[in-house]
């Protein structure tokens, strides 16, 4: 299964050539076709590559905390791939996530890659690109890949379905819509971090995240530890060190189990968005897209009198092609 | 156009039966081909209603605006319908935000209609749902109807492409974070509001965002403004309502220019939602789903082989049907 391809990116001596990955990734950001064919080629899944997945909402440190968990890696000798994902910046394609990563103790370290990806079209373009991304990084012979997300959001779930082990980052006080905002990827999250844990209000954080805990019990055995950091003075690095690595060791014990949900939204998304490009491409064409609206300005129709109208028009062949 | 069932909602004396409005609106949320179908006979979009959308980061004070403007809406003698919808909150349905919109001086007001709404799977919906539930509130008779979100993430953008006027709250001193965050929903933003305005930083943030604005200009004529408020102290409040006024004129004097790439947004996200739709029950039927995941996690296959085989299984019909 092995392509020619990879043994460029991966020299003899365990380095990568930074350049010509940062040229595959381009191709396959580029263009979908691409992408598919050369990852259905290339696409390895190595049970010792740990994709780990940092989110949580602005302000709460997440771009330190990856710093300390990168250099936790290469501490313990393992390459990493960093991948800083905005979904929100149509126009710095996630590169404020990526220059601070950049300009960090990594910048110059030939065992870590980063890259930046942002947001691409509205129909769930980016979680599928960076998913072909992330699986590209973890058949190319990475230890472990970083995924850091601003953010949590739909977006941000729908980028970490790649991720073997989501960490969410909570600081104590950010205000009641925080509230709000935790639910949709408390789910989703295997360890919670409480950052800033100096900080007043973190015993009712604690107590907030093991009631939510609480009712979403059953994962397979894992209980979602809450791991309490200062990570600007790298306190409580090591113990939530301890907890992705034992989170690493548990995804491979019990693989089916956990990857193969994940597996499903994946395939889900990706085949979502093969369809919806068809679907642009076809109400782009020609001028049928333009007589629609035009009849809508006019009051002719409504929207919904022509979705009815769309979907005569395209339909889903479930036969096989044969 | 209109059909029988409008008039039922709006009574004689211009108040609204909000048990009947409710129930609708729980049908159009619990059945997709219910919607379509009775949209395609409800809709109306009368020149005279505003959709008003509210959005910002948490903690920028939303509610609180929300809630002067739907005062001063009522002082000017218009009903109001107010959606408040959570794309990141599916255990609560959006009730959180709803909640403390209800909790407000206009629980009891017979014009005030209000209505939560929370994240229902992950592909799209909770956007095209907004778009159905507003669409209604629009063609029911309403004078204006108040869409909030919380964050600006790509699921707020979504949703607020049925709004006719979209307000963007910020705060001063929200951290780096919100540099990034800003970028993607700063494009569709009609008014700014610089909120807390009292606080230190505000020179800064007013100084960012005409920054944004300068290299994004043309607006059809429309020069986004930057109102300074103290909403918990009603203070710029006048100002706002003035800039959210003089917007919806001018939507109206610029009618096609403004609402038309809209409609385009609405349209192909409708589009899309309705093939997803055939596309996940596709999947979810039978055993063939279950057949490719198994597949993968034995390695038989990767996720991006089946993707072109799901590819070769499912196509968009674009020829007419006659």
Known sequence: MRSKKTPDIKRPDGSFDQRALARLISEIENDRDTAETMLAKLYRDPDTVQVIGITGPPGAGKSTLADSIIGKLREAGKTVAVVAVDPSSPFTGGAILGDRIRMSTYANDPGVFIRSMGSRGSLGGLAHATFDVVNLLRSTGFDAVVIETVGVGQSEIDVLAVADTVVLTLVPGLGDDVQALKAGIMEIADIFVVNKADRDGKERLVAEIRMILELN?????????????????????????????????????????????????????????????????????????????????????????VIQEIGSFISVRTEDRS
């Open 217 to 305: 019990r059953d994962r397979f055995g894992w209980v979602p530890p809450i791991c309490e950091t200062v990570a600007t003075e790298h306190r409580g690095i090591d113990g939530l060190m301890e907890q992705v690595l034992l989170h690493g060791a548990y995804v491979r014990d019990h693989r089916d189990a956990v990857r193969r949900p994940k597996l499903a939204r994946q395939l889900e998304k990706m085949a979502a968005d093969r369809i919806n490009r068809d679907i642009l491409a076809f109400l782009g064409k020609g001028d049928k897209f333009a007589a629609w609206l035009d009849a809508i300005m006019a009051g002719e129709r409504n929207p919904y009198q």
